[in-house]
């Protein structure tokens, strides 16, 4: 199969390029921390107050495998529909998440990058931080959906 | 851009979604399921049972108890929020301790405390861990009965207890 060329294509392909590393970067980096964490990140996952407690642990320990898993599909190019919406669905999750807990003033840590329940407490720089990710997301399924759909023979 | 690719994008985006997940849950639980450090896949979580002291005595004490002995006036209540959440409104006959500057209390709050005195200490919100990281510090400093009211200051109010606010 041929790739259709036209002037649109460069900046196309390093908008596309440049997002997918991003956001395997963010991913990849938020992972480490709490899958060596496992403990420490159910407890940041409980201070959100949302899942039910039995669904807390199961969290902790699926999730961060999830972002790991997500951020090196983005990395090698590969599998790139599922992860690149699977990567705007947890972003629009995560700013969800954040600003729930913002409107209703709870003082916690974000567990987002690390698993510590001390640091990175949320705020509005942390969801203005999120929502810039979660449109590199929704710009990085775009691009491969336009990628892949106009492919021709 | 051929409805046929649409649709053939879409099945394929389905199908890696799941795939990741799948990868994802086989790789948590099985990497769970051998290291030394590994945690319960299901645990009941809930702020009342955190809060237990290094030898296992529960912290946390329940709303009617904390309400009974406040009608016996058994209890001094400590409130570790900020001043200024303290002003806004407090469990009546409370003594602000903020947590946060715990320090500059010592000699006004901590020192006029009896250390065989009941003391509860709340703050405000299920997740809030200003009156559990007081209440430790207290029993550090050697105060026997300590006790916590989770989500305490929500709780009162709820329960139509006895406040003070600056209308009041």
């Given at each position: 199969m041929l790739q259709k060329k036209s002037s649109i294509d460069v900046p196309l392909t390093i908008g596309y390029h440049f997002t997918r590393l991003v956001m395997a970067g963010v991913f990849i980096y938020a992972s480490i921390d709490k899958i060596i964490h496992p403990d420490l990140f159910a407890e940041a996952v409980f201070n959100?107050?949302?899942?039910?407690g039995y669904l807390v642990n199961l969290t902790a320990l699926i999730l961060p495998w999830l972002e790991l898993i997500l951020g090196a599909c983005l990395l090698i190019n590969r599998w790139m529909a599922g992860a690149s919406a699977l990567a705007a669905m947890l972003m629009a999750l995560f700013v969800g998440m954040i600003i729930f807990n913002l409107a209703r003033g709870l003082d916690i840590?974000?567990?987002?990058?690390?698993?510590?329940?001390?640091?990175?407490p949320i705020t509005l720089l942390t969801l203005a931080r999120d929502i810039c990710f979660l449109i590199f997301s929704l710009g990085l399924a775009g691009l491969v959906f336009i990628k892949n759909t106009r492919r021709v023979r | 851009m051929a409805p046929t690719l649409v649709r053939h994008h879409i099945g394929n985006t389905v199908r890696q979604i799941i795939f990741i997940i799948l990868i994802s849950v086989v790789l948590g639980a099985a990497v769970n399921f051998i290291r030394p450090d590994s945690i319960p896949f299901v645990e009941t979580w809930s702020m009342a049972d955190n809060l237990?002291?290094?030898?296992?005595?529960?912290?946390a004490i329940p709303l009617e108890d904390a309400a009974a002995l406040f009608a016996d006036n058994a209890a001094i209540f400590l409130d570790a929020r900020t001043p200024a959440e303290y002003e806004k409104g407090h469990i009546q006959g409370a003594v602000n301790l903020p947590w946060h500057e715990v320090d500059n209390y010592f000699e006004t709050v901590i020192m006029t405390l009896d250390p065989e005195a009941m003391i509860i200490t709340y703050c405000d919100g299920?997740?809030?861990s200003l009156s559990h990281d007081l209440a430790l510090f207290l029993k550090d400093l050697g105060f026997t009965r300590i006790k916590v009211l989770v989500n305490g200051w929500t709780l009162w109010k709820g329960h139509d207890l006895p406040v003070t606010t600056p209308s009041s």
């Open positions: 959100y107050q949302v899942l039910p840590s974000c567990g987002c990058f690390s698993a510590a329940p001390d640091d990175d | 237990v002291t290094e030898d296992g005595e529960a912290l299920e997740a809030c």
